[in-house]
């Protein structure tokens, strides 16, 4: 069985170990065209913040470990098309410029996502940067060590962790988005309240509701940020504002959303035989609302790279779907949520009822304790859970896993009331946070 694999991050590393653990005798070939594979780009904004002194952890394949399970990794090689229907490849050679073709028996899609770049006057000036992957990472680090004054454009959970960064650097820094609230996608208002008095109180500016028209520049460098509320001196400029799949190979090809999204139903298979998909370039089945939905995040792509490996030649593993669960650090507060906020909910048009429960997480009598504020999003008449955040500053963020299992199983409000949970002073109360959330519902 000849296997071709497109790409080698998460989605790619995953399903290329997995399918020379499963099928020894597979003929496994991937391309990658950038020079290193396996980048964990959720290290960036800690690399960045000198956190991580050391960026070779933040790597945790290359092809000399796939070589040794016999897999061949062709790296600085770029595919650049595919005729599905005659299983062929033209890839070209990045290094030589030499290009050939090659052939599948089993297509693996792993292309992941690109930035969005919008076409906003002055984004080719220099230090409009992008943060994506391991040389940006280096760039960023590079530019910025002559940078006083820092923007970084897109307050979703890249731009908001850069901020942390750069200001715990000792930058001046600027977070600019259009939406009036930083991390609107995972979070209600009263959660990014605290995250934004927490960003204000350590001197960033929050420039919200603004849109940015265009950048100016000297000398071919960028110099200000200019929105439709006003103007940014700046020496960096770091754009985060999403990302798009990368799939313009098979458009026409195979099903993909809208937004260029594969389809894939839940054995990781797209609308051709024999070719699979997984990660970025996907959209998932999102089990809140029970539809696709483009979630780029690296846990989607590792399980999804797994089970391609898995189902490659017999449909064996389904794949459960995704809440999109998430966690971020911000200063002293830890964070997590899953499933629907009760505004996304409101977005997706489901008639929802929330309950919050703010208390001490563990017993007033022990030495410490502190306060967690835990919200549940749940459906009015069948009163199915479809979502959660919590916010503390002890790290309570598991629980949000255990919310994650009860999304996923489509447990009820009523139900979780009266789940088994734990109690012992060092970590909780007799009734469990998520008992009493559940319980003040009732
Ligand atoms: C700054 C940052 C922080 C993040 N933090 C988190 C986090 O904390 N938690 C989390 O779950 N997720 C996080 N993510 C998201 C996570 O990194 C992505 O979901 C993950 O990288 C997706 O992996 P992937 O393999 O599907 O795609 P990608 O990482 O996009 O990799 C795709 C690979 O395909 C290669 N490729 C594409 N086209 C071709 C072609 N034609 N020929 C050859 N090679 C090609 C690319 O070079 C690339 O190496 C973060 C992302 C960023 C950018």
Known sequence: MKVAVIGCTHAGTAAIINTANLYPDAEITVYERNDNISFLSCGIALYVGGVIKDPQGLFYSSPQELSKLGVTTKMLHHVESV??????????????????????????????????????????????????????????????????????????????????????????????????????????????????????????????????????????????VVTDRGQYETDLVILCIGFKPNTELFKDQIDLLDNGAIIVDEYM?????????????????????GEHRYIPLATNAVRMGTLVARNLVNPRTKYMGTQGTSGIKIYEHCIAATGLTEESAKDARIDVKTVTVEDNYRPEFMPTYDSAKLKVVYEKGSKKILGAQIISKTDLTQCINTMSVVIQNKMTIDELAFVDFFFQPHFNKPWNLLNQVALQAE
Request: charged share 30%.
């Open 83 to 224: 005729d599905i229907n005659n299983k062929k490849l033209q890839v070209k050679n990045l290094k030589t410029n030499e290009q050939f073709e090659d052939s599948f028996d089993k297509l693996i899609i792993t292309t992941g996502s690109w930035p969005i770049i919008p076409p906003i006057e002055g984004i080719n000036l220099k230090n409009v940067l992008l943060s994506k992957n391991f040389n940006h990472a280096n760039d960023i680090i590079e530019k910025a060590k002559d940078a006083n004054n820092v923007v970084v454009v897109g307050a979703g959970y890249i731009g908001v962790e850069l901020v942390e960064a750069f200001e715990m650097n000792g930058k001046n820094v600027t977070l600019i988005d259009m939406q009036d609230r930083i991390l609107p996608k995972y979070l209600d208002k009263e959660y990014t309240d605290v995250a934004e008095k927490a960003f204000r109180s350590h001197g960033v500016k929050l420039a919200l509701g603004e849109k940015v028209q265009r950048f100016e520049g000297k000398d071919e460098t960028v110099k200000r």
């Open 269 to 289: 298979r797209t609308s051709k035989k024999d070719v699979f998909a997984a990660g970025d370039n996907c959209a998932v089945i999102y089990n809140p609302t």
